[in-house]
Structures are given as structure tokens and as C-alpha cells.
């Protein structure tokens, strides 16, 4: 049975930084594209970021672009989601998913293309 746990969230203050983890149990984690996914409190689900199963494209959302970071590593089957220069609207609770091959191009932000998710770990940006 495939598993997610999302850590590493959090409190921080506005234009600080955080890191969150995917650790991820029960299926192969380097055949899966990676996606995060938040979801700020009254809002929708909203997609941001996407990681290539094996090589490094990556592919992020105008909303985190040049601020979050996305990567893996495939031998500890853990993917993760570096944040810089967090800002109040970063607030949400915020899941990883997983699904089969690479991540879509045009479309790696829906959520209903991921079969496998996460918890979810809160963040917070406020002072």
C-alpha cells in the first residue's frame, strides 16, 4: 500500500524559510513524479510544483517560481520542498502526491492526476 508523509512544517516568519519533506513506503518511488500540492484555509487544492521521476526536469506554478525548490532522492525515497522567501499567503496546509511516470507537462498542477497523497504538513507565515 503506498504511503506519504509529509514534515518539516511548520511556524516561520514572513521572508523566512522552510524545508518539508515527502517520505514516501510501498511502491517504487523512482518510476513516480512527485507533485506538491497546498491548501490555504477556505481555498481550493492548488497545485505548484512537479519533480521527473529519474532525471531533473522540474516544473513550478508563477505563484513559488524562483522561491521553492523541488527535488528527490530516489535512493531514500523521500522528495522534498525547499521554501525561500515565505510570505503570508504561503499559509496552507501542504501535501505531496504521487503518481505513475513523468509529470504532465500542461497539467501537473491538477490533482485529480495523482492516485497517491499525503497527509499533509501545516505551514504558517506570520510574525
Known amino acids: 500500500q503506498a504511503q506519504l508523509v509529509e514534515s518539516g512544517g511548520g511556524l516561520v516568519q514572513p521572508g523566512g524559510s522552510l524545508t518539508l519533506s515527502c517520505t514516501t513506503s510501498?511502491?517504487?518511488?523512482?518510476?513516480?513524479?512527485i507533485g506538491w500540492f497546498r491548501q490555504a484555509p477556505g481555498k481550493e487544492r492548488e497545485g505548484f510544483s512537479c519533480i521527473d521521476p529519474r532525471d531533473p526536469n522540474t516544473y513550478y506554478t508563477d505563484s513559488v517560481k524562483g522561491r521553492f525548490t523541488i527535488s528527490r532522492n530516489n535512493a531514500e525515497d523521500t522528495a522534498y520542498l525547499q521554501m525561500n522567501n515565505l510570505k503570508p499567503e504561503d499559509t496552507a496546509v501542504y501535501f505531496c502526491?504521487?503518481?505513475?511516470?513523468?509529470?504532465?507537462?500542461?497539467?501537473?498542477?491538477?490533482?485529480?492526476?495523482?492516485?497517491?497523497w499525503g497527509q499533509g504538513t501545516r505551514v504558517t507565515v506570520s510574525s
Open positions: 502526491a504521487a503518481d505513475f511516470g513523468r509529470c504532465y507537462t500542461d497539467n501537473y498542477y491538477r490533482s485529480s492526476l495523482y492516485p497517491f
Open positions: 510501498g511502491f517504487t518511488f523512482s518510476n513516480y513524479a
